[in-house]
Nanobody
Framework: QVQLVESGGGLVQAGGSLRLSCAAS????????MGWFRQATGKEREFVSA???????????YYADSVKGRFTISRDNAKNTVYLQMNSLKPEDTAVYYCAAGPSIGDYYSAAHYEHWGQGTQVTVSS
């Protein structure tokens, strides 16, 4: 069982930055793929980014086209934490951001791949 707790959301002006953190409990964190999704009001939950787990210690990162070049995902297995650094934020990035954990093999872009979810953290970008 993995429990996830997000933090770091808030209100920021367009062009600003935020760093989201997702602290995980549970022995399986280091062998789980970790993802970030977001859901804006009235819209479906969408993929933002994911990072793989690989026994050779090569992490593979995946990004939605809408955030590529602006967001960076990373993980610290020693701290059981995954991060999402968000730069050059835009008003359209406003959403509740969710952290998720799932198997190391599968479709990282699909919400259905992930077995465990955090409660979400609100990110609001003002214009």
């Amino acid at each position: 069982q993995v429990q996830l707790v997000e933090s770091g959301g808030g209100l920021v002006q367009a062009g600003g930055s935020l760093r989201l953190s997702c602290a995980a409990s549970g022995r399986t964190f280091s062998s789980s793929a970790m993802g970030w999704f977001r859901q804006a009001t009235g819209k479906e939950r969408e993929f933002v980014s994911a990072i793989s787990w690989n026994p050779s210690r090569t992490d593979y990162r995946y990004y939605a086209d809408s955030v590529k070049g602006r967001f960076t995902i990373s993980r610290d297995n020693a701290k059981n934490t995954v991060y999402l650094q968000m730069n050059s934020l835009k008003p359209e990035d406003t959403a509740v951001y969710y952290c998720a954990a799932g198997p190391s093999i599968g479709d990282y872009y699909s919400a259905a791949h992930y077995e465990h979810w955090g409660q979400g953290t609100q990110v609001t970008v003002s214009s």
